[in-house]
């Protein structure tokens, strides 16, 4: 059949395929395919390119559904959802999977009610405001316990799909749990899981602006466990570490609950009073603090070498303006404690303040006190009973300050805690040796040596250097060391010492007998000589156990090969006492005062028998 009255016939059967791909196309089916034979070229032109649209637009549509199911896998993974709301019809277009979103049966959703439904109410009016102006940002919790999500709402102006608003809403709720994890962490001790010195600081601020305002007065405890130090020399941090948890939880059982605890470092503990009316409120919490940890750590699992607490209090506002302050001066009234008889408590006072600032003072002026020439060495001698003779020395620091002399007791303890007595244990071991090096005779002189030079001074170095330099024979010095030395690190203090002793210099124990456990100590290393102490000297001819103690440590001292000096002899009975004993060395003012060298000429360089301060011997025996 002909069309226009003649021409190329029509090829109607694939006409008609096109028109059926043509529908499948307008009702979603992409899938039909057209024959391309056909005598009608132009009709097998157009069924090829038919076909092609097809596959074209089909993996298009494959494409999408690829990109929608990302979507929604994107979203479910990143926890959140998305939507639009056009305007001004308010038209809801959600974007990949929204949940919550309502049955709406064919009809357009509008309006945000059914996504305030989701919203806790007490949020509803921030978050409907973000549907106003540009949008913003609201955090809100969902109504499952612990979940939080956040929806951020953005102004979309005039773009493909119109002005509106793109809503994206988000589960934050493992996100809030790890910054409140963090700032837990943050704001607390770990180990007790007491808040830290970071938040107790922000607590005291704010409660010290609420005070000013309110007239409140409260009062700030910082508790200090005696000997804590020994704990962890002798058992280990473990050990320490169980004690404070039981002190941590003794506390939280002793307070109200409107008080604070908070770990502030180290054994330090501070406990904020709130609401006292006076300071014998403050009075009476301290003591049943220091009751009640004393029952408590007396029944711990831990040694009982520490079951005591010192405390310090100030009370706010009136010590201190800031946080800072109240803690550094309850940590002075704390301090006083300590040095007094430990197990108790103070407040602070302007007295406790300026004996503060005096320590201050002391500790800035001991640093560089050699360099100024304020450190000089003084002699006491030993006489050995049995020949009268003066057979050594021992140098002991001295420290002239501002033209006035300040006693040993009161600088050596200050410069041990700051560091300075590296320094100064240096210089009297360089200018005792250098000193004995030029006396005629060949006496021997004593060093006494602080545990700070043992754990920070290189302290074998040290004596083998000044050894060389000044050309003294090894066994003409002798260095002194106390107990604690031995207790604060025993294996390292232990090592230290038989280096020293190596090089041919003599190891002397001191103050015998005040430590934890003498003869425990000198198992540990074996010891030239013990210095009995002077408290058990002075007791004699007064104390009726004192003789018999005497006897014992010399008794050791026989048994073990060592020799033992005698301190602190200042009458003829206790030296006569002490002869009869069977005590061969002596040291005191009775034998001789410390002085300056010159003082001794005469013995160092004769070796003479008789000491500065006897007028014989004879007065012995």
Not at 522 to 534: G, S, Y
Not at 559 to 577: F, I, K, W, Y
Request: aromatic content about 6%.
């Amino acid at each position: 059949m002909n069309i226009a009255g003649g021409g190329d016939p029509v090829d109607r059967q694939a006409i008609e395929a096109l028109c059926q791909a043509m529908c499948g196309v307008i009702t979603g089916d992409l899938s039909l395919r057209l024959r391309t034979e056909s005598t009608d070229l132009t009709v097998q032109k157009l069924s090829l390119l038919t076909n092609f649209m097809l596959e074209t637009a089909q993996r298009a549509v494959e494409r999408s559904k690829d990109n929608a199911d990302a979507l929604d896998n994107v979203q479910r993974v990143a926890k959140l959802e998305a939507w639009r709301m056009t305007l001004p019809a308010g038209e809801i277009v959600p974007i990949g999977q929204v949940r919550g979103l309502p049955e709406h049966e064919g009809e357009t959703l509008r309006g945000i009610e059914w996504f305030l439904g989701r919203v806790d109410s007490d949020y509803h009016e921030a978050v409907a405001k973000l549907f106003g102006g540009s949008g913003g940002a609201v955090e809100w919790p969902g109504s499952a316990a612990g979940t939080w999500f956040c929806t951020e709402v953005t102004a979309v102006s005039e773009d493909d799909e119109g002005s509106g608003y793109l809503v994206i809403t988000k589960d934050i709720s493992e996100s809030r749990r790890a910054a409140e994890q963090i700032r837990y962490l943050v704001e607390h001790d770990p180990l007790t899981g007491l808040a830290n010195r970071r938040r107790l600081i922000s607590y005291l601020d704010t409660t010290l602006a609420a005070a000013r305002v309110e007239t409140l007065k409260f009062a700030v405890h910082v508790i200090d466990i005696d000997r804590f130090k020994t704990v962890n020399d002798l058992y280990g941090h473990t050990t320490g570490d169980k004690l404070l948890i039981d002190l941590a939880a003794c506390l939280r059982g002793e307070v109200r609950e409107n008080d604070v605890i908070a770990r502030s470092g180290g054994d330090e503990f501070v406990v904020v009073q709130n609401g006292i009316t006076s300071a014998g409120d403050a009075s009476r919490l301290a003591e049943r603090l220091i009751g009640a940890v004393s029952a408590r750590l007396s029944t711990s699992e831990v040694p009982a070498v520490s079951t005591t607490v010192s405390i310090g209090i100030a009370l706010a506002p009136d010590d201190g303006e800031t946080a800072e302050a109240l803690l550094s001066h309850a940590d002075m009234a704390l301090y006083q404690v300590k040095s007094a008889s430990r197990n108790g408590f103070a407040f602070f006072n302007t007295q406790i303040n300026d004996a503060q600032l005096a320590l201050r003072r002391m500790e800035a002026d001991l640093r560089g006190a050699c360099d100024r020439n304020e450190i000089s060495v003084q002699y006491q001698p030993q006489l050995d009973i049995a020949s009268g003779s003066i057979v050594g020395f021992e140098a002991l620091a001295r420290w002239r300050r501002n033209e006035n002399d300040v006693s040993p007791a009161a600088f050596i303890p200050v410069a041990e805690e700051t560091g300075s007595i590296i320094e100064i244990g240096s210089f009297v071991l360089r200018e005792a040796c250098r000193e004995a090096a030029g006396w005629r005779a060949p006496l021997r002189v004593a060093v006494n040596i602080s545990v700070v030079q043992i754990q920070h001074g290189q302290l074998p170095e040290l004596v083998a250097a000044v050894l060389a330099e000044t050309g003294l024979a090894p066994a003409r010095l002798e260095l002194e060391v106390t107990e604690s030395l031995l207790l604060a690190d025993a294996r390292a203090a232990t090592d230290v010492l038989a280096r020293i002793r190596a090089l041919g210099v003599t190891i002397s124990l001191d103050d015998f007998g005040t430590g934890y456990s003498s003869l425990a100590t000198l198992r540990m290393f074996p010891f030239d000589k013990i210095k009995l102490d002077r408290s058990f000297v002075s007791d004699l001819g007064r104390v009726d156990e004192a003789e018999a103690i005497v006897l014992a440590v010399l008794g050791l001292g026989r048994a073990l090969d060592l020799s033992v000096v005698a301190e602190g002899v200042e009458t003829p009975a206790q030296a006569e006492m002490l002869r009869t004993a069977g005590c061969a060395l002596l040291q005191g003012y009775l034998i001789g005062r410390p002085a300056p060298m010159a003082q001794f000429d005469e013995i160092v360089g004769l070796n003479a028998c008789l000491s500065p301060s006897m007028e014989s011997p004879l007065q012995i025996g």
